[in-house]
């Protein structure tokens, strides 16, 4: 089955560097999905790639997807102490209604 | 902005007992969803639910759980007998199509079982 799996690093930046993340997958993929979870709270979608496009920008968001590695990344530029929470990445394939969600990566952005 | 709610945000019950963690999908979706998070682990997807049936379900999805639309607004999880293992946090999520689109999640539930 398919799975979204993060490099398990947690990241401590500046505010105001930038953050990058990633998630790689194991098998054919409709489209990945990137997601925010402050601490003991719900997901928040940040923002879908579909399997055909390769980069995708929303605000302070970059997301890549390289479908030959089966992987993705995230990058938040120019982070904000708000930006503190956990990133998970999930995958969606074709006729296929759940979302494989990886391990997520803690990020800490000192103010 | 339309969002997905759920009651209650902490539910503590002991083992054995029934359970039904209760959603408000967003009003125009089509397709319900159950996941969970067991503290410091990855989400699991439990079930979806479309046109008034399950679509798919997981291994965790056992003969334990059950889903319903009872009143064309609201989607509950209904865990029968719970197990001190089913302490988790329990998401409920809603899109507007199946897997093209981005799910929309709840607060989640906190389900402690003591």
């Known amino acids: 089955s398919q799975q979204g799996e993060e490099d398990p690093q947690a990241l401590s930046i500046q505010e105001g560097e930038n953050a990058t993340m990633n998630c790689s997958y194991k098998?054919?993929?409709?489209?990945l999905q990137w997601y925010r979870q402050n601490s003991g709270r719900g997901l928040v979608h940040l923002i879908l790639i579909r399997s055909n496009e390769r980069e995708k920008h929303s605000g302070r968001l970059r997301v890549t997807l390289d479908t030959s590695k089966k992987s993705s990344s995230l990058l938040i530029t120019a982070s904000r102490a708000a930006d503190t929470a956990s990133y998970f990445c999930?995958?969606?394939?074709?006729?296929?209604?759940?979302?494989?969600f990886g391990k997520g990566n803690q990020v800490v952005v000192i103010p | 902005e339309p969002e997905v709610t759920q009651t209650p945000s902490h539910q503590v019950t002991q083992m054995g007992q029934e359970v039904i963690l209760r959603c408000v999908p967003i009003s125009n979706h089509l397709y319900f969803y159950w996941y969970r998070q067991i503290l410091g682990q990855k989400v699991e997807f439990l079930v979806s639910f479309y046109n008034n049936e399950i679509s798919e379900k997981s291994e965790i999805f056992d003969d334990q759980f059950s889903v319903e639309r009872p009143d064309g607004s609201n989607f509950t999880l209904k865990i029968r007998s719970t197990k001190l293992e089913d302490s988790a946090m329990y998401f409920c999520?809603?899109?507007?199509?199946?897997?093209?689109?981005?799910?929309?999640f709840g607060q989640g539930t906190r389900l402690t079982v003591v």
């Open positions: 999520a809603s899109s507007s199509r199946q897997g093209s689109t981005e799910a929309f």
């Open positions: 999930a995958t969606s394939s074709q006729g296929n209604n759940r979302l494989a």
């Open positions: 098998t054919s993929i409709n489209n």
